[in-house]
């Protein structure tokens, strides 16, 4: 086990709704990545934080954010759901200061979206 | 721009016996890191191996084994003594830096089967 955990592992929302997903890294780990993995497809990244502040963003809109909290735990919120959000999501969590920056990932959270 | 092909949707292999796993890669920018993860149906990423741009060295991991061959863009993986657990998606990914912060682009992945 990565020793990352998300919560919650599965979640069914109806279009136009909200979500919030949850991740907790890894000890020692300071940046916290989320990748979106539709069916039969490798994951997308999403975002990056680093230190409470987004620094990297992939092509997802704006209704796609986040958050980082001193812990470096992390939320990822999605508003105004649509169905092609129905995914499995990915938290990976890394060391900034590691030359190899090895991302560990969770078990993900797979999104249902009616 | 950066890009990952596994162009081995599925590979099949029977138990003990070494199966590789092909990965080609794109990219103009000198240093990068190449990686492996497995993903079994429960759906957790998990790390199998790492080689950088700049190792003289194929990078070895127990069972794993990468082959890197920089001028041809390529860093597959050998698994050696496959075993009825390595059942699974397998993803190549390609960590780049891209104005101050580093990005996995993952491959579409090869379903390996281990047959008895």
């Known amino acids: 086990e990565t020793g990352v955990t998300q919560s919650p592992t599965h979640l069914i929302k109806t279009r136009g709704q909200q979500v919030t997903l949850r991740c907790s890294s890894q000890s020692g780990h300071n940046t916290v990545s989320w990748y979106q993995q539709a069916l039969g497809q490798g994951p997308q990244f999403i975002f990056q934080?680093?230190?409470?502040?987004?620094?990297g963003r992939g092509n997802f809109p704006p209704r796609f954010s986040g958050l980082q909290f001193p812990n470096y735990s992390s939320e990822l919120n999605v508003n105004a759901l649509e169905l092609d959000d129905s995914a499995l999501y990915l938290c990976?969590?890394?060391?900034?200061?590691?030359?190899?920056?090895?991302?560990?990932f969770g078990a993900g959270t797979r999104l249902s979206v009616l | 721009a950066q890009k990952i092909t596994q162009t081995q949707p599925g590979m099949f292999v029977q138990e003990k016996e070494a199966v590789t796993l092909d990965c080609t890669y794109d990219?103009?920018?000198?240093?990068?890191?190449l990686f492996w993860y497995k993903q079994p149906s429960s759906g957790e990423m998990i790390f199998l191996i790492y080689?950088?741009?700049?190792?003289?060295q194929n990078a070895t991991e127990g069972r794993y084994s990468l082959n890197f061959q920089k001028a041809r863009k390529s860093a597959n993986l050998v698994i050696s003594a496959s075993q009825l657990g390595d059942s699974a998606m397998y993803f190549c990914a390609m960590r780049f830096m891209n104005t101050g912060f580093q990005k996995l682009v993952f491959g579409t992945g090869t379903r390996l089967l281990v047959s008895p």
């Open positions: 080689q950088g741009s700049y190792d003289q």
């Open positions: 934080y680093y230190r409470e502040e987004e620094n």
């Open positions: 990976a969590s890394s060391f900034a200061g590691d030359s190899k920056n090895i991302q560990y």
């Open positions: 990219t103009s920018d000198p240093s990068y890191g």
